[in-house]
């Protein structure tokens, strides 16, 4: 599960209280700061949502000069920054330009947490110990991402005053029987920027019935940082010899298939691009890349298991894991519809994500690794997203 930090944190406080105009309204907002020689914690007012409750914003900022901001609504990153081989850090995730946006349902699930389970469920049902059960449907006939799941729920934060590196701890109680699923079950995801350029993401989840748990981070990156751009000239790498093949509505048939000398083999780097427009047929169901690929390496153990780099501007990202699999996801539904924090609008292509996870519909499939919870069990996981330049 990656190293232990040891603690060692010097803190300090300072409150600013300060006002702005938003709409003709004004807007208070506080700042806190929790600053270490490791880097600082910011905290700020976001917004209120339409049932009243006040959204905070987190920036977590290291000695680089990097930047995490994190909101409590849905634990969504709105912004990160990374630098270019000219040194340059820019912010290379999408997110809205309203808080309106995210309150009215993030149907890209733009830097949330997603849960209870990340990607999709067929038909919404499955079975634990002969009792079925089902849940809500937000995808078709299935459930995608938990229905109304993490992604749009408030969670309780809390910066790690003792930490070595600026580290935020979020935490939900998602009640029994909430959106279908069975039991209480309580999670904390942890994310920590290091002096090294490395977002980490830490999951933890407990639960006081028998349930399911796959929890992932939904974030797009556009290493170009400028989102007029498409993510089509981005090379890829993963270490993963075979993907999931799906049905016309996106659900795994049970085949792990091959990549070998299929559009779907980034085994090698390449562009996204280069075979994105293929003749396939899993191309053509997922209207490009929204599959599942599988690690050759199985094991628990965190290890790089995907890179992806930008030639222009120099940026190269690599993804740790101790995940079986991850979702490549090339933005294909991005519709032009919502404001680019760049100009113009989130066209499609604009953003990927790479979303570490247990296999989708692994409830339905005992072939899969399981995604079963126990009383008495502890979910833990850990995915680092390290950002440096080539």
């Not at 795994?252 to 003749?279: C, R």
Request: aromatic residues 12%; contains cysteine.
């Amino acid at each position: 599960m990656g190293r232990k930090y040891k603690y060692g944190f010097c803190l300090m406080l300072s409150c600013m209280l300060f006002f702005s105009c938003k709409d003709d309204k004004k807007v208070e907002k506080m700042t806190t700061e929790n600053t270490t020689q490791k880097g600082s914690i910011e905290k700020a007012e976001y917004a209120t949502t339409p049932e009243g409750v006040k959204i905070e914003k987190y920036t977590l900022e290291n000695t680089n000069g990097m930047k995490v901001e994190v909101i409590t609504f849905g634990g969504i990153i709105t912004s990160l920054t990374a630098p270019d081989k000219n040194g340059k850090y820019e912010d290379v995730v999408l997110s809205y330009t309203t808080p309106e946006d995210y309150f009215e349902g993030n149907p890209y699930f733009f830097g949330a947490i997603i849960g209870r389970f990340g990607n999709r469920i067929a038909k919404g049902q499955f079975s634990l110990d002969g009792k079925k059960h089902q849940l809500t449907i937000n995808d078709g006939p299935n459930q995608l991402h938990g229905g109304k799941g993490f992604d749009k729920v408030v969670w309780t934060a809390t910066p790690v005053e003792d930490a070595e590196h600026p580290t935020l701890k979020l935490s939900y109680t998602s009640k029994d029987g909430e959106e279908g699923y069975p039991g209480t079950l309580t999670t904390i995801v942890t994310y920590t920027l290091t002096a090294d350029n490395a977002l980490e993401i830490a999951y933890e989840a407990t639960t006081d019935q028998k349930t399911i748990v796959n929890l992932t981070q939904h974030s797009y990156f556009n290493l170009s940082a400028n989102f007029s751009n498409t993510i089509l000239d981005h090379e890829l790498m993963m270490k993963a010899g075979k993907m999931l093949p799906v049905d016309a509505t996106l659900i795994p048939t049970g085949e792990l298939k091959s990549v070998a000398g299929t559009p779907f083999d980034f085994t090698k780097a390449k562009e996204i691009g280069k075979d994105i427009n293929a003749k396939d047929d899993q191309l053509e169901k997922g209207l490009g890349y929204d599959h599942c690929w599988v690690f050759e390496d199985q094991s628990k153990r965190l290890k790089e298991v995907a890179t992806l780099y930008h030639k222009t501007s120099g940026r190269f990202m690599q993804v740790y894991t101790d995940q079986p699999g991850i979702q490549f996801y090339s933005g294909n539904f991005l519709d032009g519809k919502k404001a680019s924090k760049t100009g113009g609008n989130y066209e499609k292509r604009t953003g990927l994500c790479l979303e570490t996870q247990h296999f989708p519909d692994a409830p339905n499939h005992p072939e899969f690794p399981s995604v079963v919870l126990n009383p008495g069990e502890k979910y833990t996981t850990k995915t680092t997203y390290k950002f440096s330049v080539k």
